[in-house]
Structures are given as C-alpha cells and as structure tokens.
C-alpha cells in the first residue's frame, strides 16, 4: 500500500475515487449503455495515464476493471468478484491509500499472488 502524501496525490486519490465510483454505480443492462458506460471509462482511462505518478499506482485489477465491463454483464460471478476487489480499492482511495495487486488479490484468495 502507498500512502498519498502529497497535495497532487491527495488529489489524484479523489479524482480517481469519484471516478470509479461513478463507474460502479452505473450498470450497464444493454449494448446502448455499455457502449456510454466505456466512454466514461476511457475518460478515466485518459486521465490515469496523464499522470505517470497515479499511473504507475493503478493496479493490473482496476485496469481490467475499466475494460471488462462486457464480460461482467455475461458472467454474474466475474462481476461479483471485480465488485468485491473494486469495494476494497475504494475503501483504501477514500483513506487516500493505494492498494497494490497483491493486496487485491488476497480479498479474493488469501493464498494468491499477483502478476502486477
């Protein structure tokens, strides 16, 4: 975990939490609002990677996160655990933490360990 320390950071933190949670709260149901629900993402997506810091902090599951909502609409299991995972990262966000893969990972299986 990396704690956000600086002003730009702190802020990064935020922006990044109110975007996700915007994300997680707007479901997709249809290919109408799938197709809205990746163009927010991208806009997040344009954001982490403008900010080398904030990106080098973002792990591999909240990558997938941004863009596997299609698959999440398909498999109701898969969307519960990138769920479960995105509840976690938004926890330690709202704390101003950043939470690495590994710390990720272990919410879905203690043993696990990480690509990131």
Same mark, same amino acid.
């Given at each position: 975990?990396?704690?956000a #320390?600086?002003?730009?950071? %702190? @802020? /990064?933190?935020?922006? =990044?939490?109110?975007? =996700?949670?915007?994300? &997680?709260?707007? +479901? !997709?149901t249809?290919?109408?609002?799938?197709?809205?629900?990746?163009?927010?993402?991208?806009?997040?997506? =344009?954001?982490i +990677? *403008?900010?080398?810091?904030?990106c080098?902090?973002? !792990? %591999? &599951? %909240?990558?997938q996160?941004?863009?596997d909502?299609?698959?999440?609409?398909?498999?109701s299991?898969?969307?519960?655990?990138?769920?479960?995972l995105l +509840?976690?990262?938004? /926890?330690? =966000? #709202? +704390?101003? @933490?950043?939470l690495?893969? @590994?710390?990720?990972?272990r919410?879905?299986?203690? *043993?696990?360990?990480?690509?990131?």
């Open positions: 975990m990396v704690r #320390e600086s002003i730009q950071m %702190i @802020e /990064s933190a935020r922006r =990044l939490f109110a975007s =996700l949670l915007s994300l &997680r709260t707007f +479901r !997709p249809d290919s109408a609002s799938l197709k809205a629900w990746y163009a927010k993402a991208n806009e997040l997506v =344009l954001m +990677r *403008g900010d080398q810091e904030l080098d902090l973002v !792990p %591999i &599951r %909240i990558w996160y941004l863009s909502a299609d698959m999440r609409l398909e498999e299991c898969y969307a519960e655990a990138q769920d479960i +509840r976690k990262y938004l /926890s330690a =966000l #709202e +704390r101003g @933490e950043f690495t893969g @590994e710390e990720l990972d919410e879905l299986d203690p *043993g696990s360990r990480s690509f990131d």
